[in-house]
C-alpha cells in the first residue's frame, strides 16, 4: 500500500470514496452554505460532472500538443474528483497564503460583493439580484426607491458597500417583499440590472428562451417520447446529438457476465435463480 513519506500515512489513492467526500476535501463544501450551520450540500452529483468536464479538458490539451508535435508520444490525462472541485476555489488559496484568511460560508451571498444575493418576493417567488457594479448600483437603489443610497459616497464603491452590505441588503429585502417577483424583474430589466428568477425544471420547460435555444431533446424509451439536456457546448458546423440512449435495464448483463467477468452460463444460471440479477 503507498503511503506518503513524511508521514508515512496511507495515500488518498487507496481510500474508498464518492464525489460527496472529494467534494468536502476540495474546499468547496465549506464555503457553500450559511455560518453557523453544517456545510450545504447541492442536490446534485456535482463533483462527477466537473470531473468529467475537466477529464474532457485535459484530453483536448493533449490532442493540441500531439498535432503540434506529432513525433512525440501521448500522454496520460490524470484527472481526480477533489482536485477539479480545487480547481474552483477562486481566491481562496491566496486569501489564506497572502494574508491568513480562510473563507467562510455566506448564506446567499459572495464574500466580497456587494449587492449580490438572493431576494424572496410578495408571491413567495425568489429572484437573483446582482447589483455589485458602482454604476449598476445606482441604477438598482433608484428603482428600489432608495436614491440617498444610490449617491450615498460611503457606497459608491465595493469596498464601501462591503461595509455597508447588512443595510443595502435590508433595504434590497424589503423593496422585494413589498412587489411580486414579476414586477420586479420587469423594473430591474428596464433599469438594466442584472437580475433573474430562480428556476425549477418545470420553469425550464415552459421557458421559450430554452426551448429556442435547443436545450431539451427528445429520445424514445420503450416507445414512448422522453425529454433529456441537449448535448453542449453547442458547434456551428458539428452539433452534438443523441444517436442511442441506451439499452433497456439488464439487456447488457449476460454479455457483461459472459465477456467482462468471464462467468459461466451455470454460474449466470445460479445468479439468476438466487434473484441476484
Request: proline residues 7%.
Amino acid at each position: 500500500m503507498r503511503a506518503y513519506p513524511d508521514t508515512g500515512k496511507p495515500a488518498y489513492a487507496n481510500k474508498p470514496g464518492f464525489a460527496s467526500v472529494c467534494e468536502g476535501m476540495s474546499g468547496f463544501r465549506y464555503v457553500n452554505g450559511f455560518p453557523d450551520q453544517a456545510p450545504v450540500r447541492p442536490n446534485l452529483s456535482i463533483g462527477d460532472t466537473i470531473s468529467g468536464i475537466h477529464a474532457a479538458l485535459g484530453i483536448a490539451l493533449a490532442i493540441i500538443q500531439r498535432q503540434k508535435s506529432p513525433q512525440e508520444n501521448g500522454q496520460v490525462v490524470d484527472v481526480a474528483l477533489y482536485e477539479s472541485m480545487f480547481n474552483l476555489m477562486e481566491a481562496v488559496v491566496p486569501e489564506f497564503s497572502g494574508a491568513s484568511a480562510i473563507r467562510q460560508p455566506s448564506g446567499t451571498t459572495v464574500t466580497g460583493i456587494v449587492p449580490t444575493n438572493t431576494y424572496r418576493c410578495k408571491n413567495g417567488k425568489y429572484v437573483v439580484i446582482g447589483g455589485n457594479g458602482d454604476s449598476i448600483f445606482q441604477r438598482l437603489m433608484q428603482t428600489a426607491g432608495h436614491p440617498e443610497m444610490a449617491s450615498d459616497p460611503r457606497m459608491a464603491n465595493n469596498a464601501g458597500r462591503v461595509i455597508h452590505e447588512q443595510e443595502i441588503d435590508n433595504a434590497i429585502a424589503a423593496w422585494c417583499m413589498s412587489k411580486n417577483s414579476e414586477e420586479i424583474l420587469e423594473l430591474l430589466d428596464k433599469a438594466k440590472v442584472p437580475a433573474g428568477p430562480i428556476y425549477n425544471v418545470q420553469d425550464m420547460f415552459e421557458d421559450p428562451h430554452f426551448n429556442e435555444r435547443g436545450m431539451f431533446e427528445q429520445v424514445e424509451i420503450n416507445g414512448k417520447p422522453l425529454k433529456i439536456p441537449a448535448i453542449l457546448p453547442k458547434l456551428s458546423e458539428t452539433p452534438g446529438r443523441t444517436d442511442w440512449p441506451g439499452g433497456d435495464v439488464g439487456s447488457h448483463t449476460d454479455d457483461i457476465l459472459k465477456n467482462i467477468l468471464f462467468l459461466s452460463d451455470e454460474d449466470i444460471g445460479m445468479l439468476r435463480a438466487g434473484g441476484v440479477i
